[in-house]
T-cell receptor, first 115, second 113 residues
Framework: EAQVTQNPRYLITVTGKKLTVTCSQN?????MSWYRQDPGLGLRQIYY???????DKGDVPEGYKVSRKEKRNFPLILESPSPNQTSLYFC??????????????FGSGTQLSVL | GESVGLHLPTLSVQEGDNSIINCAYSNSASDYFIWYKQESGKGPQFIIDIRSNMDKRQGQRVTVLLNKTVKHLSLQIAATQPGDSAVYFCAEVIKAAGNKLTFGGGTRVLVKP
């Protein structure tokens, strides 16, 4: 089954404790992206990657890191989480081509709470 | 600045009626627009898209209308069903900006039995 898998689904942590949210896709997609979703603000892009070893900042990259060492994986790293990073996070992927971003496949989300 | 927004945060619809969800955008450079559906506890799911050179596109029970003159986009759902209850997002894509995808804030659709 074609899917984007995020883990964990729920995470509660404390300020300053490094964490990683994993994302994996089995569709051989070149493009992967991370979004955060906050009430009233919709989905905002954190980082994206056009292919292996190619990552770029989105609209709200501060406080986050990503890596793309393999095509299928795109982990999101919070080196020193802060309470304002409490949010619902989504990983997404799509194939590149004439309509990149047109049909993003989203994971089920990771609800992060930073205390 | 560019923005993509929605007129109504919540839409309550009787089962069987048609639903219309509206979206306003401000960037005339948008190349196409996408509607996503997000059910509770799930990630957004692609519904339908429309190129900026089109004014109407139909899918299964859904129709998207684009009015570039007033920068307005709508999603019409025919014969709304309980399974249509979700949050709907419009999004715009600008190819010149590296296929930048900008989402609107979302509209919640509640289907009453």
């Amino acid at each position: 089954e074609a899917q984007v898998t995020q883990n964990p689904r729920y995470l509660i942590t404390v300020t300053g404790k490094k964490l990683t949210v994993t994302c994996s896709q089995n569709m051989n997609h070149e493009y992967m992206s991370w979004y955060r979703q906050d009430p009233g603000l919709g989905l905002r892009q954190i980082y994206y990657s056009m292919n292996v070893e190619a990552t770029d900042k989105g609209d709200v990259p501060e406080g986050y890191k990503v890596s793309r060492k393999e095509k299928r994986n795109f982990p999101l790293i919070l080196e020193s989480p802060s309470p304002n990073q409490t949010s619902l996070y989504f990983c997404a992927s799509s194939s590149l081509g004439q309509a990149a971003n047109e049909k993003l496949f989203f994971g089920s989300g990771t609800q992060l709470s930073v205390l | 600045g560019e923005s993509v927004g929605l007129h109504l945060p919540t839409l309550s619809v009787q089962e069987g009626d048609n639903s219309i969800i509206n979206c306003a955008y401000s960037n005339s450079a948008s190349d196409y627009f996408i509607w996503y559906k997000q059910e509770s506890g799930k990630g957004p799911q692609f519904i339908i898209d429309i190129r900026s050179n089109m004014d109407k596109r139909q899918g299964q029970r859904v129709t998207v209308l684009l009015n570039k003159t007033v920068k307005h986009l709508s999603l019409q759902i025919a014969a709304t069903q309980p399974g249509d209850s979700a949050v709907y997002f419009c999004a715009e894509v600008i190819k010149a900006a590296g296929n930048k995808l900008t989402f609107g804030g979302g509209t919640r659709v509640l289907v009453k039995p």
